[in-house]
């Protein structure tokens, strides 16, 4: 992105998943609100040793499975990249940041002079399970189709990040993009419209994985993919199971970071969350080599600390993960001594209580997420009830709004930021609103139905970028933008665009922590806890562990023992 700005249509294209956005927090669907929590380690694997072989079980609520890459959300460390590969990925190991690593291609990419180009060369010995070497082609195909309307629903980020997409809509009535070029069998190399340091992450996202053209059914693709990753999909019953086996035509030789271990993984579909918990905490038949895709609720933690086996297998991060915070809108409440005032007012700790304790959050104090490589931890407004009293003296401030999603723990988050805040002297009304009706409100309205929100963030990769400039940027405001603070501040902006144009990772990295802190001296956000998510596993399942970022466990490690 160039550093002398940053277009709306570019920003939008930082936040596309909805998965990524808050809808209030809670125990909803939305990754970023994942009401989980846990013990305090991130590994917890059963007694059982590791070993190539066996039947990995996954138990989920989910009731389909898009195998399609063009559609897919899924993280590259999921469901998805145990059938796909992408040009890059991530390295994930417990005690660990993740790290982006080569995939399909032999490094993470080189970049041009001007930084307006990347170039990618393919390992050797790439195949298709039907035996088909994969090409650049075959990767230029699989994400120009991911422009068809007919396959919307992915990840975003690449749309605008490309130069000449305006207008694109897929290649299958032969129109192909300029700015991807395949100038032999081995190399692709991307042009893009601005300067972006992050684009070897966002090569690691789902559409970025080859597809064949001449096996390519938009109908029927999402259950009969062509694989390039350690298996194929051999079964699909629609809201009841997926089967994937070995694809005998991946070669471990070019793959670093899937261990492909059990012969077989099943995903059960459409399970009941709390059975399912039930049935890993038992441990019985299959169920020892299986684990819950869904994260453990906290009404069900008790139960597993009560029991010594099970809470051996209850895998969390010990700092916490996706940030749970108070947007204040800046438009309504404009004096920035009041702002601080209601940071230093939070009681962080009632909301930690909220969430489930330290089973279920940890207090957190910056924007940027702990598990974030160029995170520094520092805490501008601890809690102070009689500084915040002492700042708010002869201020007038008329009743404030609270906007919460009417989800459990969103109001139980809202109800700890009202006392918190009233006890400092301010009068604030919570508005419960449904997720929808929340979620237009502060990110299509004109912000004058709220003068506080409860939002929740977990990125699309692990960048700083990736929190910083959706939550941030003024361009972000509106628009379906995730800026609900409604936050804008031009040298803000300058420095945002500045840091996604840094090409060196480090040097970048240092720029977006300078930036954290630039914006906390405003107080549009306070933020509140980062959550802990949990998950259980069965006593036989080894390599299981949950890491702050991305909040998951690793499924290309997991294995199950002999």
């Known amino acids: 992105m160039a550093s002398t700005g940053m277009?709306?249509?570019?920003?939008?294209?930082?936040?596309?998943?909805?998965?990524?956005?808050?809808?209030?927090?809670?125990?909803?669907?939305?990754?970023?609100?994942?009401?989980?929590?846990?013990?305090?380690?991130s590994g917890s694997s059963g007694s059982a040793e590791a070993s190539a072989g066996g039947r990995l079980g996954i138990l989920t609520s989910s009731t389909d499975i898009n195998w399609d890459p063009a559609k897919s959300q899924s993280m590259p460390v999921t469901s998805l990249a145990l059938v796909h590969r992408r040009l890059t990925t991530w390295a994930l190991s417990e005690g660990s940041e993740v790290t982006v690593v080569p995939d399909l291609a032999?490094?993470?990419?080189?970049?041009?002079?001007?930084?307006?180009?990347?170039t990618y060369t393919l390992k050797d010995g790439l195949l298709f399970e039907d035996g088909t070497a994969i090409t650049s082609a075959h990767v230029k195909y699989g994400l120009e189709r991911s422009f068809a309307p007919a396959l919307a629903g992915g990840l975003t980020y690449h749309k605008t990040l490309l130069a000449g997409t305006e207008g694109y809509a897929g290649p299958f009535d032969g129109a192909h993009l300029e700015s991807?070029?395949?100038?032999?069998?081995?190399?692709?190399?991307?042009?893009?419209?601005?300067?972006?340091?992050?684009?070897?992450?966002?090569?690691?996202?789902?559409?970025?994985?080859?597809?064949?053209?001449?096996?390519?059914?938009?109908?029927?693709?999402?259950?009969?993919?062509?694989?390039?990753?350690?298996?194929?999909?051999?079964?699909?019953?629609?809201?009841?199971?997926?089967?994937?086996?070995?694809?005998?035509?991946?070669?471990?030789?070019?793959?670093?970071?899937?261990?492909?271990?059990?012969?077989?993984?099943?995903?059960?579909?459409?399970?009941?969350?709390?059975?399912?918990?039930?049935?890993?905490?038992?441990?019985?038949?299959?169920?020892?080599?299986?684990?819950?895709?869904?994260?453990?609720?906290?009404?069900?933690?008790?139960?597993?600390?009560?029991?010594?086996?099970?809470?051996?297998?209850?895998?969390?991060?010990?700092?916490?993960?996706?940030?749970?915070?108070?947007?204040?809108?800046?438009?309504?409440?404009?004096?920035?001594?009041?702002?601080?005032?209601?940071?230093?007012?939070?009681?962080?700790?009632?909301?930690?209580?909220?969430?489930?304790?330290?089973?279920?959050?940890?207090?957190?104090?910056?924007?940027?997420?702990?598990?974030?490589?160029?995170?520094?931890?520092?805490?501008?407004?601890?809690?102070?009830?009689?500084?915040a009293s002492a700042a708010l003296a002869g201020k007038s401030v008329g009743t404030l709004i609270l906007l919460a999603a009417n989800d459990t723990a969103s109001q139980a988050v809202a109800e700890?930021?009202?006392?918190?805040?009233?006890?400092?002297?301010?009068?604030?009304?919570?508005?419960?609103?449904?997720?929808?009706?929340y979620e237009e409100r502060v990110t299509q309205g004109d912000g004058s139905t709220y003068d506080l929100a409860i939002g929740s963030w977990n990125a699309d990769f692990p960048s700083a970028n990736a929190y910083i400039q959706p939550l941030f940027s003024s361009s972000e405001i509106g628009g379906g933008g995730v800026n609900i603070s409604r936050y804008s501040n031009a040298e803000v902006d300058a420095a945002i665009a500045d840091a996604v144009a840094t090409l060196d990772a480090d040097e970048a990295g240092a720029k977006w922590a300078a930036i954290d802190q630039q914006i906390a001296a405003d107080v549009p956000v306070v933020p509140l806890a980062n959550r802990r998510n949990s998950f259980l596993a069965g006593s036989g399942v080894t390599g299981f562990f949950v890491e702050s970022y991305p909040a998951y466990p690793n499924y290309l490690v997991v294995g199950v023992g002999a």
Not at 107 to 116: A, F, I, M, N, P
Not at 226 to 250: C, I
Not at 315 to 326: D, N, R
Request: with cysteine; charged share 20%; aromatic share 6%.
């Open 7 to 41: 277009s709306t249509t570019m920003a939008r294209t930082l936040n596309p998943s909805r998965r990524s956005l808050l809808a209030g927090a809670g125990l909803s669907a939305l990754a970023l609100t994942l009401a989980a929590c846990g013990a305090d380690s």
């Open 106 to 118: 032999t490094d993470t990419g080189t970049v041009s002079e001007d930084g307006l180009s990347w």
């Open 416 to 437: 700890a930021v009202q006392q918190s805040l009233s006890e400092a002297g301010l009068t604030v009304t919570i508005d419960p609103q449904e997720g929808e009706v």
């Open 180 to 387: 991807i070029e395949t100038p032999d069998d081995k190399t692709i190399v991307f042009h893009l419209r601005q300067t972006y340091g992050d684009w070897p992450w966002i090569v690691a996202q789902p559409a970025f994985a080859p597809v064949p053209e001449d096996k390519d059914d938009v109908a029927t693709y999402a259950r009969t993919p062509v694989a390039s990753g350690p298996y194929r999909v051999q079964d699909y019953s629609t809201g009841v199971s997926t089967t994937l086996v070995r694809n005998e035509r991946w070669s471990a030789d070019t793959d670093e970071v899937r261990l492909a271990l059990p012969d077989t993984i099943v995903f059960e579909l459409g399970q009941d969350e709390s059975t399912s918990v039930q049935r890993i905490i038992a441990s019985a038949g299959d169920d020892a080599n299986a684990f819950c895709a869904d994260r453990v609720a906290s009404a069900q933690l008790a139960q597993i600390s009560g029991n010594a086996d099970a809470a051996e297998r209850l895998a969390t991060p010990e700092e916490g993960g996706p940030l749970q915070y108070l947007a204040i809108n800046t438009e309504r409440v404009t004096d920035v001594e009041v702002r601080r005032a209601i940071a230093q007012a939070v009681d962080k700790e009632a909301v930690v209580s909220a969430l489930g304790g330290r089973l279920g959050a940890v207090a957190a104090t910056t924007y940027i997420a702990p598990g974030i490589p160029g995170r520094v931890a520092y805490d501008s407004y601890p809690t102070d009830a009689a500084a």
